[in-house]
């Protein structure tokens, strides 16, 4: 699981350069297995992390159009390229 070992030398190097908080950012508003974050929240979980809530992240759109291609346009054409890889691999794979 080449995740664990990223996070964890991540980790280890904040840990050298005295830092006291490591943050991985995100966890599911509830904790039950049916949310779409429960795997990420495992993840974290498996790295001995304690959950903390804050705020939230929020955008500040510098320039409205390069922003509207990044939150819009941009995960429109991964879903469809997503769905062409898919339709591919069931094809390849005689399905």
Same mark, same amino acid.
């Given at each position: 699981?080449?995740?664990?070992?990223?996070?964890?030398?991540?980790?280890?190097?904040?840990?050298?350069?005295?830092?006291?908080?490591y943050?991985?950012?995100?966890?599911?508003?509830?904790?039950?297995? %049916?949310? @779409?974050?429960w795997?990420?929240?495992?993840?974290?979980? &498996?790295?001995g992390? *304690?959950?903390?809530?804050?705020?939230?992240a929020?955008?500040?759109p510098?320039?409205r159009?390069?922003?509207?291609l990044?939150?819009? %346009?941009? @995960?429109?054409?991964?879903?469809i390229?997503?769905m062409? &890889?898919?339709?591919? *691999?069931?094809?390849?794979?005689?399905?």
């Amino acid at each position: 699981m080449p995740n664990y070992i990223l996070q964890w030398e991540a980790i280890k190097r904040a840990k050298a350069a005295n830092c006291t908080i490591y943050d991985l950012w995100g966890a599911p508003d509830e904790f039950i297995e %049916t949310d @779409p974050l429960w795997g990420v929240y495992r993840f974290k979980e &498996g790295l001995g992390g *304690t959950v903390h809530r804050y705020l939230g992240a929020w955008d500040l759109p510098m320039n409205r159009m390069l922003y509207r291609l990044y939150s819009k %346009t941009l @995960p429109e054409l991964m879903d469809i390229m997503r769905m062409h &890889g898919n339709s591919s *691999t069931k094809q390849a794979i005689g399905e």
